[in-house]
């Protein structure tokens, strides 16, 4: 079986993704999440998966951010979006697609680490791929101001280092 990683402009590649983002975090989810009101940042690249049987079948969504760590600045990459098509899932296609954003993040030479949000039902999955928990505390921006940011727990992956405590501030919307 072939399969095809592109890692495409973010904007440019919404219209290929959207369907599956929609499948996965669709209106029809019978309990809204605490996070749907959340109004996410676009992603500055995405990886998408595509097998010539399936079409796309894995997303991950990269974003490039000068956040604060500290009050110091510092270039972080942050992946969101991560999704399986629900009937493709256990195969490895989200083990690649990570590896392939954390690898297009270390040719930026500026990004010291890796951020992702993510749910508990995915903590295990995270942590078996070298993610650590960030203990601290996150602040991002929202249309109504500047908010702490505790819907979903952080994930910091060690690329130059990695916090795991402190105070890191998104300086913007969320992924
Ligand atoms: C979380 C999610 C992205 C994982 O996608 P996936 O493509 O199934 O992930 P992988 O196949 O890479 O890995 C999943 C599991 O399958 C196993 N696996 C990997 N390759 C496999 C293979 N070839 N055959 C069987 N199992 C395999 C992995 O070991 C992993 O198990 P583990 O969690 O015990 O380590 C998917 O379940 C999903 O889309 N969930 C809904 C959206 C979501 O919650 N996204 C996360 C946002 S933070």
Redesign the pocket.
């Known amino acids: 079986m072939s399969i095809e990683i592109d890692i495409l402009n973010g904007d440019a590649s919404w219209p290929i993704a959207q369907p599956l983002l929609s499948a ?2 669709g209106r029809d989810a019978a309990e809204k999440p605490s996070w749907a009101h959340v109004k996410w940042a676009n992603a500055n690249l995405r990886v998408l998966i595509e097998t010539p049987e399936d079409g796309l ?2 997303h991950v969504g990269i974003y490039f951010r000068t956040v604060t760590w500290n009050g110091q600045k510092v270039h972080v990459g942050g992946i ?7 009937d ?11 590896d392939a954003a954390i690898h297009t993040m270390r040719a930026n030479e500026a990004v010291r680490f890796g951020l ?4 508990p ?2 903590f ?3 942590q ?2 070298s993610w650590l928990p960030f203990r601290g505390e996150v602040y991002c921006e929202q249309p109504e101001g500047r908010i702490r940011f505790d819907y ?1 727990a952080p994930y910091v992956f060690n690329i130059v280092r990695a916090p795991t405590l402190g105070t890191i501030d998104l300086c913007g919307l969320p992924w």
Not at 88 to 98: F, L
Not at 116 to 119: C, G, I, R, T, V
């Open positions: 996965v975090w079948v894995c969101g979006g991560v999704c399986t098509r629900e493709r899932r256990g195969r490895g296609y989200a083990t690649m697609a990570i992702l949000f993510s749910e039902d995915n295990a999955f995270y078996a791929r979903m």
